[in-house]
């Protein structure tokens, strides 16, 4: 498959070399572990008839899938963004990362939206908080992310820089078919689900600092955590989605914009690949049935029979 030349815009590779590298091993060695015991989690919630692992289990899939191509990515980089893995690997792995940002941004909200069903309508939704609901909902988010993003698959993704370097996916300026999907990304994919999210744990806080029924204690630990997944999922992705909603908008066939968005863009990048790490310690966790689970599975791995015995006066059931 032949490259696309793109000689009319030269922009400088140099900081790739040295911020992805460090950004994605660090996400790579904490992401792994992470996740995997996220997976186990999860396993464990879905056992219990939870339909909270189901999210949680497809939240982790999502990002171990896209932790996976990472070592590609550093490998990009060292290289000074020149790719020696071939236009399919190059198509493959920008997929995977397109699919993880709105996947998870879908998941995230699934599990906001389902905690608000069970604090703000405990007794109404019931159907919405079966397992097999979960199961369809999370197949249709598949459907839909995996469809939205085939484009990515059935076009030309590697092109030539003016030093002859092989790029992959990010090409300066930023072409216009690509900056009509990332509207649809900004709007549909980030904002909608953070607009929801916000709705969502503002609507809990509401119903959980006026019910005299919960603890003090109790409030203190939902609110935090309720803080904490919005801001976790503002800081990873509103930068990015800022910066390529800019881009989107004033940089196709503008060499100057590029080449003063580009810090900006991969900077921004980077940083929202640090959400791998924040989702599995977001939700699987900050509750005592996860940490149970856990520390069970470490515990397993050390072979050491002691650990899960002083766990046994945990309460593991934790649906909500």
């Known amino acids: 498959m032949s490259l696309n030349n793109s ?38 919630h879905i056992k219990r008839g939870n339909e909270l692992g189901i999210y949680l289990f497809n939240l982790s899939v999502a990002d171990l899938l896209y932790t996976l191509t990472l070592p590609l990515w550093v490998d990009y980089s060292l290289n ?15 997929f995977l990362m397109y699919t993880n940002f709105y996947t998870s941004a879908a998941f995230l909200c699934c ?17 919405l908080r079966k397992v097999k609901t979960a199961v369809y909902v999370s197949g249709l988010i598949w459907a839909i992310e995996l469809s939205g993003n085939i484009i990515i698959l059935l076009t030309e993704q590697t092109h030539n820089d ?25 709007f549909i994919g980030f904002l909608l689900p953070a607009m929801l999210m916000v709705f969502c744990c ?20 939902i609110t935090k955590l309720l803080i904490s997944i919005v801001v976790a999922f503002l800081i990873c992705f509103t930068p990015y989605h800022v910066v390529m ?45 996860a940490r149970t689970d856990m520390l069970t599975a470490v515990s397993f791995f050390k072979k050491n029979p002691k650990q899960p015995s002083a766990l046994n006066g945990v309460n593991a059931v934790e649906k909500g």
Not at 15 to 24: A, C, G, R, T
Not at 30 to 39: F, K, V
Not at 204 to 220: E, F, G, L, M, S
Request: a positive charge; aromatic letters at 14%.
């Open 7 to 44: 000689m009319d815009c030269f922009i400088k590779h140099d900081l790739d070399q040295f911020l992805f590298p460090i950004v994605y091993i660090t996400v790579i060695m904490i992401s792994i572990p992470a996740n995997s015991l996220s997976l186990y989690v999860s396993y464990k």
């Open 80 to 94: 000074h963004d020149n790719w020696k893995h071939g236009p399919h690997l190059c198509k493959l792995c920008s």
């Open 111 to 127: 599990i906001s939206i389902d905690r608000y069903l069970v604090v703000v309508y405990p007794l109404r939704f019931y159907v």
């Open 162 to 186: 003016t030093l002859s370097h092989v790029l992959c996916y990010d090409k300066f300026p930023l072409e216009e078919w690509k900056a009509t999907l990332n509207y649809g990304r900004f």
């Open 202 to 221: 503002q609507r809990i806080y509401k119903v959980i600092k006026t019910n005299i029924a919960t603890q003090d204690h109790d409030k203190i630990k």
């Open 245 to 289: 909603l800019i881009r989107s908008i004033t940089e196709p066939h503008m060499c100057e914009v590029a080449k003063r968005l580009s810090v900006p863009y991969k900077l921004t990048m980077a940083l929202s690949s640090f959400n791998c790490i924040a989702d599995p310690f977001l939700y699987s966790f900050v509750s005592e049935s």
